[in-house]
Nanobody, 124 residues
Framework: QVQLVESGGGLVQAGGSLRLSCAAS????????MGWFRQAPGKEREFVAA????????YYADSVKGRFTISRDNAKNTVYLQMNSLKHEDTAVYYC?????????????????WGQGTQVTVSS
């Protein structure tokens, strides 16, 4: 079993930046891909970004491409989401998740473990 704990959320003005972190424990971290998802009030959970087991391959939703960067440090069992040029529509609870495979996935059904979420609020 993998346990995931997110941190780094908060309130930021539009155009600002935040960095989310997700610390993993319980399984060999470098054996699986990681992803970030988000859920805004009244909306379904949506894919944001994913990174493969080694960190060599990443994939982004079109809505965040060029603004967000996902990375991982396998020595620290941590995945990050650097969010720049934040917009009001980025406001959501952000979740990190551990995939069932080595490779990037966008479907939440292919993720076996989820963190508790961290709130990101972007004021306009």
């Amino acid at each position: 079993q993998v346990q995931l704990v997110e941190s780094g959320g908060g309130l930021v003005q539009a155009g600002g930046s935040l960095r989310l972190s997700c610390a993993a424990s319980g399984r060999t971290f470098s054996n699986y891909a990681m992803g970030w998802f988000r859920q805004a009030p009244g909306k379904e959970r949506e894919f944001v970004a994913a990174i493969n087991f080694s960190g060599a391959s990443t994939y982004y939703a079109d809505s965040v491409k060029g603004r967000f960067t996902i990375s991982r440090d396998n020595a620290k069992n941590t995945v990050y989401l650097q969010m720049n040029s934040l917009k009001h529509e980025d406001t959501a609870v952000y979740y990190c998740a551990a995939a069932t495979t080595y490779y990037t996935r966008t479907n939440p059904r292919e993720y076996a473990a989820w963190g508790q979420g961290t709130q990101v609020t972007v004021s306009s």
